[in-house]
């Protein structure tokens, strides 16, 4: 793979991104948000991210998972993607994740405000059985008509008598030792926690592909109230696609 900024250079890219330093705020996690678009600003076709994909992209998007402690994901993505349990990382990905002293896999977490999710599916049904399962955060009365579903499959957490949002979300990620927070969207909760000023790092894939149409499937869906600060801190380049980090200016 090739990294064209900030210098022309042959690189690794498991090297590469497990090199780079994501500290952890007293209170919360580091929260990076990797995401795919296309070149016209669609981030899906058909329905799915996967349209867009290719196999430098696939690389690119496990080597970012196995950064994790936790994968954050809304209830929208979770389905039209039909989210399968994590994989376990291989060879040197899991050598830097012993080092960094991670769980084998990375835990999911799912901001579901009405709990409108299959239980049989494979996120659930498919969890490997050394591995804490998938958390969700839904409201106290999606709690109540729905929890019965995922007593067995599932760790489910609202607040009572308090509002659901991504703030209390990532705080409460950090309890559940995500030091490292991964977000794979969608454009809703991409919107809100950067709203809330909780992405510290944008990794993003620039499919070469055009889809085409009125309204994109925008990266975020609702507009912040002034525009957030980024700094390039990569470029990858690997069969046409382009892999961008951007760090959040503090």
């Known amino acids: 793979?090739?990294?064209?900024?900030?210098?022309?250079?042959?690189?690794?890219?498991?090297?590469?991104?497990?090199?780079?330093?994501?500290?952890?705020?007293?209170?919360?996690p580091?929260?990076?948000?990797?995401?795919?678009?296309?070149?016209?600003?669609?981030?899906?076709?058909?329905?799915?991210?996967?349209?867009l994909s290719g196999l430098a992209d696939k690389n690119i998007y496990q080597i970012i998972r196995g950064l994790a402690d936790i994968i954050l994901v809304g209830?929208?993505?979770v389905r039209s993607e039909n989210y399968k349990a994590p994989k376990?990382?291989?060879?040197?990905?899991?050598?830097?994740?012993?080092?960094?002293?991670?769980?084998?896999?990375?835990?999911i977490a799912v901001l579901s405000g009405e709990l409108n999710l299959n239980?049989?599916?494979?996120?659930?049904?498919?969890?490997?059985?050394?591995?804490?399962?998938?958390?969700?955060y839904t409201k106290s009365e999606s709690l109540e008509e729905n929890a019965s579903k995922f007593l067995l499959s599932s760790e489910i957490i609202?607040?009572?008598?308090?509002?659901?949002?991504?703030?209390r979300v990532v705080s409460d990620l950090?309890?559940?030792?995500?030091?490292?927070?991964?977000c794979e969207g969608g454009p809703n909760l991409n919107a809100?926690?950067?709203?809330?000023?909780?992405?510290?790092?944008?990794?993003?894939?620039?499919?070469?592909?055009?889809?085409?149409?009125?309204?994109?499937?925008?990266?975020?869906?609702?507009p912040v109230n002034s525009p957030v600060e980024l700094t390039v801190d990569r470029i990858l380049l690997e069969e046409e696609f382009l892999f961008c980090r951007y760090l959040t200016v503090r």
């Open 30 to 51: 580091w929260v990076l948000l990797n995401m795919v678009n296309s070149v016209d600003g669609f981030v899906s076709f058909e329905g799915r991210a996967g349209g």
């Open 75 to 77: 209830a929208g993505t």
């Open 88 to 107: 376990t990382p291989q060879g040197r990905l899991a050598e830097f994740r012993e080092s960094r002293g991670q769980e084998k896999r990375p835990r």
């Open 158 to 167: 609202d607040f009572p008598e308090k509002e659901l949002t991504v703030s």
């Open 192 to 222: 809100n926690l950067l709203a809330a000023g909780l992405i510290d790092e944008f990794c993003l894939s620039v499919s070469p592909r055009a889809v085409g149409g009125e309204d994109p499937a925008a990266f975020l869906n609702n």
């Open 119 to 136: 239980p049989d599916m494979g996120l659930f049904a498919e969890r490997h059985p050394e591995d804490k399962p998938p958390l969700i």
């Open 1 to 28: 793979m090739k990294q064209i900024f900030p210098e022309e250079i042959e690189v690794d890219p498991i090297t590469v991104y497990n090199s780079d330093v994501r500290t952890p705020f007293k209170t919360r």
């Open 174 to 182: 950090f309890k559940q030792d995500g030091k490292i927070v991964v």
